[in-house]
């Protein structure tokens, strides 16, 4: 046996008891409530918790975008992922105009090559459906790409129309691959935009303002009743509100496969920090944008009742100075995103399961064994079980937390949850059975993260 757990409390999504992990060539070899055979190494994990490892399956690392670069690239964005307790994630390539699919994989290959220091995966974003690309998207599927999105915002550049949607709704279908959707209306915030800046309107919060919940509601029932027309499934990302989240309740209650995740950006933070003093709020600029706190309880609720299965980050890191500043003179300029790659786990373990909003089992549904399911990396990944991929977080539920752009490890100037505190701390990261985090210490190395071929889509939460 290679390397041994012991002591500590395991966690799944259906059970928490005591045991000893034990682990060899990278794989959970055994659990038990006490394993006498001695280990090459053995890890304490007295009075912690041990949960597999975290999944986020929604990143923008090295990402182009509005005129400037995403902050972390495959090699600052997977440390500080894994400083954060995720030892998995799957990140978007983008497709620009008149480029292959394949063209589009090859570029985020290269982005990734010996940098990732976890292993990771590829959605694949289509912005010009093509007959020869819709083609192609069967043989993206068999290089286990299995999850195309598709934009109904970013008129101009990333969106698409209906007619190319529902049309790859079908292909996806039938490839095997589920269809994700950035459900906003375009059309009309294109229309908003214009009105905001022609009368002088520059601020951030005119970001928030011109992208109505409204727009997001629609734009996700439409998306819907396509998906439902094209008899496939769809994913709607990032929701932010409870209008929004009505059209997924309906849709699942009626029987259809819908599934949605939502960030802890939109659980925790709101509109009122577009407001900050000096242009402070265009740190918060994202799309969807912060919401009114009223909608937060409704998304907690989303969580605990299993309207919505996932809690992903839509990490895409801009650095106020220089980036952010880009929009000075008009909100339309700053770019779009925010980092959260490091603090997931940790914020949803004080606010999800401290707060009594759901249990630690519901967390690690929502943070791993869902997603795992969902993106076909299971059953290698999301679960503490005999056979799986030794991808394992010891988490210190009584260590004191405090979060911090100086702390952090993200490559970015800021964090949106500055000067947050609570109870927590990741104390030791497995990947594939290598120690990559110990206490504060980084143990692991560029180019060790592997580019994982994901099943075809069979899943439905």
Same mark, same amino acid.
């Given at each position: 046996?290679? #390397?041994?757990?012991?002591? @500590?409390?395991?966690?799944?999504?259906?059970?928490?008891?005591?045991?000893?992990?034990? #682990?060899?060539?990278?794989?959970?070899?055994?659990l038990?409530?006490?394993?006498?055979?001695?280990?090459g190494r053995t890890? +304490?994990?007295?009075? !912690?918790?041990?949960?597999?490892?975290?999944?986020?399956?929604?990143?923008? &690392?090295?990402?182009?975008?509005? @005129?400037?670069? +995403?902050?972390?690239?495959?090699?600052?964005g997977?440390?500080?992922?894994?400083?954060?307790?995720?030892?998995?994630? /799957?990140?978007?390539?983008?497709?620009?105009? @008149?480029?292959? &699919?394949?063209?589009?994989?090859?570029?985020?290959?290269?982005?990734?090559?010996?940098?990732a220091?976890?292993?990771?995966?590829?959605?694949?974003?289509?912005?010009?459906?093509?007959?020869?690309?819709?083609?192609?998207?069967?043989?993206?599927?068999?290089?286990?790409?299995?999850?195309?999105? $598709?934009?109904?915002? %970013?008129?101009?550049? &990333?969106? /698409?129309?209906?007619?190319?949607?529902?049309? /790859?709704?079908?292909?996806?279908?039938?490839?095997?691959?589920?269809?994700?959707?950035?459900?906003?209306?375009?059309?009309?915030?294109?229309?908003?935009?214009?009105?905001?800046?022609?009368?002088g =309107?520059?601020?951030?919060?005119? =970001?928030?303002?011109?992208?109505?919940e409204?727009?997001?509601a629609?734009?996700?029932?439409?998306? #819907?009743?396509?998906a439902?027309?094209?008899?496939?499934?769809?994913y709607?990302? =990032?929701?932010?509100?409870?209008?929004?989240?009505?059209?997924?309740?309906?849709?699942?209650?009626?029987?259809?496969p /819908?599934?949605?995740?939502?960030?802890?950006?939109?659980l925790?933070?709101?509109?009122?920090?577009?407001?900050?003093?000096?242009?402070?709020?265009?740190? %918060?600029?994202?799309?969807p944008?912060?919401?009114?706190?009223?909608?937060?309880?409704?998304?907690?609720?989303?969580?605990?009742?299993?309207?919505?299965?996932?809690?992903?980050?839509?990490? !895409?890191?801009?650095?106020?100075?220089?980036?952010?500043?880009?929009g000075?003179? +008009?909100f339309?300029?700053?770019?779009?995103?925010?980092?959260? #790659?490091?603090h997931? $786990?940790?914020?949803?373990?004080?606010?999800?399961v401290?707060?009594?909003?759901?249990?630690?089992n519901?967390?690690?549904?929502?943070?791993?064994?869902?997603?795992?399911?969902?993106?076909?990396?299971?059953?290698?990944?999301g679960?503490?079980? $005999?056979?799986?991929?030794?991808?394992?977080?010891?988490?210190?539920?009584?260590?004191?937390?405090?979060? +911090?752009?100086?702390?952090?490890h993200?490559? $970015?100037?800021?964090?949106?949850?500055?000067? %947050?505190? @609570?109870?927590?701390?990741?104390?030791?990261?497995?990947?594939?059975?290598?120690?990559? &985090?110990?206490?504060?210490?980084?143990l692991?190395?560029?180019?060790?993260?592997?580019?994982?071929?994901?099943?075809?889509?069979?899943?439905?939460?």
């Open positions: 046996m290679d #390397i041994k757990i012991q002591g @500590g409390k395991v966690v799944t999504a259906s059970e928490t008891f005591k045991a000893d992990v034990g #682990i060899k060539n990278g794989k959970i070899v055994q038990a409530g006490k394993i006498d055979q001695p280990a890890i +304490s994990a007295q009075g !912690c918790f041990v949960l597999p490892g975290a999944i986020d399956v929604h990143t923008h &690392l090295a990402m182009p975008f509005g @005129g400037t670069v +995403s902050a972390d690239d495959f090699e600052t997977t440390r500080a992922a894994a400083f954060g307790g995720t030892t998995s994630l /799957i990140d978007f390539a983008i497709q620009g105009k @008149g480029q292959s &699919l394949a063209q589009a994989l090859e570029t985020w290959h290269q982005k990734a090559e010996g940098k220091c976890i292993d990771y995966g590829f959605h694949l974003a289509v912005t010009d459906a093509t007959p020869k690309v819709m083609e192609e998207l069967g043989q993206v599927v068999k290089e286990g790409v299995t999850s195309f999105k $598709v934009f109904l915002a %970013y008129k101009g550049s &990333l969106m /698409i129309d209906d007619g190319a949607f529902f049309k /790859i709704l079908r292909r996806a279908r039938e490839v095997g691959a589920l269809t994700m959707l950035h459900a906003e209306n375009g059309e009309i915030i294109d229309v908003l935009i214009k009105e905001a800046l022609e009368a =309107h520059t601020a951030p919060i005119y =970001h928030a303002l011109t992208r109505p409204e727009a997001e629609e734009a996700t029932g439409r998306g #819907i009743a396509l439902d027309m094209a008899g496939a499934p769809l709607v990302v =990032h929701l932010s509100a409870a209008l929004a989240l009505d059209q997924v309740k309906m849709a699942r209650e009626a029987g259809l /819908i599934m949605a995740e939502t960030c802890p950006q939109y925790l933070l709101d509109i009122k920090r577009y407001q900050e003093p000096r242009f402070k709020g265009a740190k %918060y600029v994202m799309s944008p912060l919401r009114d706190k009223a909608n937060q309880p409704f998304l907690w609720d989303g969580l605990a009742q299993g309207d919505l299965q996932v809690v992903a980050t839509d990490h !895409c890191p801009f650095n106020f100075k220089g980036q952010k500043e880009m000075k003179d +008009s339309a300029a700053i770019p779009n995103g925010a980092p959260g #790659i490091e997931r $786990v940790l914020l949803m373990y004080n606010e999800g401290r707060k009594r909003r759901f249990s630690l519901r967390m690690v549904d929502l943070l791993a064994t869902t997603p795992a399911k969902i993106f076909g990396l299971a059953p290698a990944k679960s503490v079980a $005999v056979g799986a991929d030794a991808d394992l977080v010891v988490l210190d539920p009584k260590a004191d937390l405090k979060i +911090s752009a100086r702390s952090q993200m490559n $970015v100037d800021y964090t949106p949850y500055e000067g %947050y505190t @609570g109870k927590g701390a990741v104390a030791a990261v497995l990947s594939r059975g290598r120690v990559i &985090l110990e206490g504060k210490k980084f692991g190395q560029p180019g060790q993260g592997r580019f994982i071929k994901r099943k075809a889509f069979s899943y439905v939460a």
